[in-house]
């Protein structure tokens, strides 16, 4: 059962561009909603994180817009550089702190 | 403030062989997590230990995988009788118990770079 369903699975953008990838979740019991950032061979960095308590949060290029409504969040990198080539998890979690995976979304931004 | 290590960064068994993962969580941290990682996918939960105790193994095969977190030490992730299929890279991740508004909850879990096991 795959609880936090990502997509696009890989996504090309080219620099300067914005790249949106998009999570749905299932568990309504799910209140934080981090994104992680992972290079090849690199264990998965936070890249970004919300709660529900909001609709958007911003830190930088890199914006979370979540839809409580609609069980949905997205990332979305503005003026995306090819230093952001990584693969991108979504990820969802209840206050244990069972933190579900999305699938992921390889990026890569040609220059 | 180190992060969460791991050891080894890679680790070759034969089939049959018993592979012994180690993970030391951040300073302070005291809930470890472990994922399974295989080759172009997701993150897949296994374990959530905190010290002594496992809380949530609903993740791991009911064979062959044990996790520990003892009091002293860091957390292993076992597995015995490898197969060709345990092929894959094992991360895990810690986490502080944080209180905030009046609630407790777990906070960020921060992953180490991860063991990959290669099975022959």
């Known amino acids: 059962q795959q609880q936090v369903k990502q997509s696009p699975q890989s996504l090309i953008v080219q620099k300067g561009g914005i790249s949106i990838i998009n999570c749905a979740y299932e568990n309504t019991a799910f209140d934080y909603f981090p994104w992680y950032q992972q290079f090849p061979g690199k264990g998965p960095a936070l890249l970004i994180a919300i709660r529900p308590d909001v609709s958007e949060k911003k830190e930088g290029r890199f914006t979370i817009s979540f839809n409580k409504s609609a069980k949905q969040f997205s990332l979305h990198i503005m003026d995306s550089q090819p230093g952001d080539s990584a693969t991108y998890f979504c990820?969802?979690?209840?206050?244990?702190?069972?933190?579900?995976f999305g699938a992921g979304t390889r990026l890569t931004v040609k220059p | 403030n180190a992060g969460v290590m791991q050891n080894p960064r890679h680790l070759v068994r034969r089939r049959g062989q018993e592979a012994r993962l180690r993970c030391s969580p951040m300073k302070g941290h005291s809930h470890v997590y472990w994922y399974r990682q295989l080759p172009e996918e997701g993150l897949k939960f296994m374990v959530y230990?905190?010290?002594?105790?496992?809380?949530?193994e609903s993740g791991m095969p009911k064979e062959r995988f044990s996790a520990e977190f003892p009091k002293e030490g860091p957390s292993i992730l076992r597995i015995q009788q490898v197969v060709r299929g345990d092929s894959a890279a094992y991360f895990c991740?810690?986490?502080?118990?944080?209180?905030?508004?009046?609630?407790?909850?777990?906070?960020?879990?921060?992953f180490g770079p991860g063991t990959r096991l290669t099975v022959l």
């Open positions: 230990l905190q010290k002594e105790n496992i809380i949530d």
């Open positions: 990820a969802a979690s209840n206050y244990n702190n069972d933190m579900r």
């Open positions: 991740a810690s986490s502080l118990l944080a209180t905030s508004g009046g609630y407790t909850t777990r906070d960020t879990q921060y």
